[in-house]
């Protein structure tokens, strides 16, 4: 009895091992023709990330006017706003934007929180070691000022020694550096004005457009431009590298828009005069 007891249940325990083989067989050969969402992501490029989200992801600080900042009802706007906006629209896609401060918007761009930051970002040889750029969309020039109490300070070499409130890691930060001023760190170009307004730094150093449209604004604010930089500094588009691709497209629009006047109205429509070039 124990011999027949053993053998059927031998025999049982087969039928389930061929059964349930030949019903796996298959479910496990489909995922083998199927690739997963996650090998899929990272097998696409950027732009064709961009593409299928149907959506561009734009870092930009929204408190450096006339660049990028809030109007009036809120809404951000700005020379940098619109020619991004307009180049996201001829590539099919929605621009969002992500506001964070100049001081963390490369680390954002290093941790794929956006896709292009869109800031008056310079196009200086050490972040071409780190980064790719678009072409150029507008030339700034750089701007020494002061309190209008000031009466020593008249050009970049007066400044050795003084205190310069600038963000840490932009242009004209490392300008004042190289002049030999301290810096005093802001976070903001309003912040900075502040400063320079009452006399908690010496100098500041910043982009001539933004302090033509800061003084424009606030025509009463005690500060004053004393030396313009006449070499101009090309700015433009920046991308983690290797985002060869969305770059190629977005200079394309880029062309497109120089091409149909659409870049030279944008930069009229902000300043009265063409700033792409």
């Not at 590298?241 to 870049?263: C, I, P």
């Amino acid at each position: 009895m124990k011999k027949l007891l053993f053998s059927a249940l031998i025999s049982s325990m087969l039928l389930g091992i061929v059964g349930c083989g030949t019903s796996g067989s298959g479910s496990t050969s489909q995922p083998n023709n199927t690739t997963p969402p996650a090998d899929q992501a990272a097998s696409q490029s950027l732009l064709e990330k961009v593409k299928a989200d149907k959506k561009l992801v734009i870092g930009t600080e929204g408190t450096y006017s006339p660049f990028t900042f809030h109007d009036e009802s809120g809404k951000l706007t700005g020379y940098d706003v619109e020619v991004v906006t307009e180049v996201a629209k001829r590539l099919g896609v929605e621009p969002v934007f992500q506001e964070t401060q100049w001081d963390a918007i490369f680390a954002g761009l290093d941790s794929k929180r956006f896709d292009v930051i869109a800031n008056q970002v310079g196009i200086r040889p050490d972040r071409q070691e780190k980064y790719d750029f678009s072409k150029p969309y507008s030339v700034s020039h750089a701007v020494l000022v002061t309190n209008k109490n000031n009466t020593t300070v008249k050009d970049f070499k007066d400044i050795k020694g003084l205190k310069a409130g600038q963000s840490m890691t932009s242009n004209y930060a490392d300008l004042a550096r190289t002049n030999g001023a301290e810096i005093v760190a802001v976070d903001s170009f309003n912040q900075a004005m502040d400063l320079i307004a009452t006399n908690r730094v010496d100098v500041v150093l910043n982009d001539n457009l933004t302090v033509l449209d800061y003084l424009k604004h606030k025509p009463d604010a005690p500060i004053q431009i004393v030396k313009k930089n006449e070499e101009g500094q090309p700015t433009a588009f920046m991308y983690r590298k290797g985002s060869t691709d969305l770059a190629d497209a977005m200079n394309k629009a880029l062309d497109e828009m120089q091409q149909d006047g659409t870049l030279k109205k944008i930069s009229e429509k902000w300043f009265g005069e063409d700033i792409s070039k």
